[in-house]
Each structure stands twice: as structure tokens, then as C-alpha cells.
């Protein structure tokens, strides 16, 4: 069932939803980010952005997902305001940049 709650991360235009595979509130989220792009003026460049599946999904449900986002899938781990994001156990070599950062 839709929830109205949406849970993500956001910092200034840099946003992570986290979301069901199941196609109604997959629709439910793409339809409240067409909203904001009509209400704002503000446009989601779909080619820079990505969604994130397990690695054991299915291809049918990776297909859907492409399909419904029109996104890319991407890769494992990513990184958000420069920290590695991973569904996996997290590695020392995840955070080799960042350490060398600081």
C-alpha cells in the first residue's frame, strides 16, 4: 500500500528516495517527482541519476524498474556527498578517499 511518507535523503539538490519495487508506489514516487518538476520548474536530469537494486533482483524486476524510472541502474557501491553507499558489509576500501581526505 502508498504510504505518504516518503523516506530519502536529501541535501541541497542531491536527493536518495528509497523505494518498493512494486510498480504502483514506484509510479506513486515517479508522479510526485513530475509534480515537483511542474510546481518548482526545477527538472530531475534522469541521465545523471540512477536507481539501486540488490544484487539478487531479478532481471524481469530490474527491467521494470528501468522502465518505469527511466534511469540507469547503477552500481555498488556509490557514493552520496562523498560517502560510499552500499548495500553490502562495509569495506575498508570504501573509504580509502575518504579517510585521505580528512
Sequence with gaps: MWST???????ADDTIIFASSN?????????????YESQSGQK???????FYTHQNTSRAITEKVGDITSM????FPF??????????????EHFVELIDRV
Excluded: I, T, W
Design 72 to 75: 540507469a541502474k547503477g552500481v
Design 44 to 50: 530531475v536530469k534522469k541521465e545523471k541519476s540512477f
Design 23 to 35: 510498480e504502483y508506489p514506484l509510479r506513486k514516487v515517479m508522479q510526485v517527482l513530475q509534480q
Design 5 to 11: 511518507n516518503l523516506n530519502h535523503l536529501a541535501y
Design 79 to 92: 557514493k552520496y556527498l562523498g560517502c560510499p553507499v552500499s548495500h553490502s558489509r562495509k569495506r575498508k
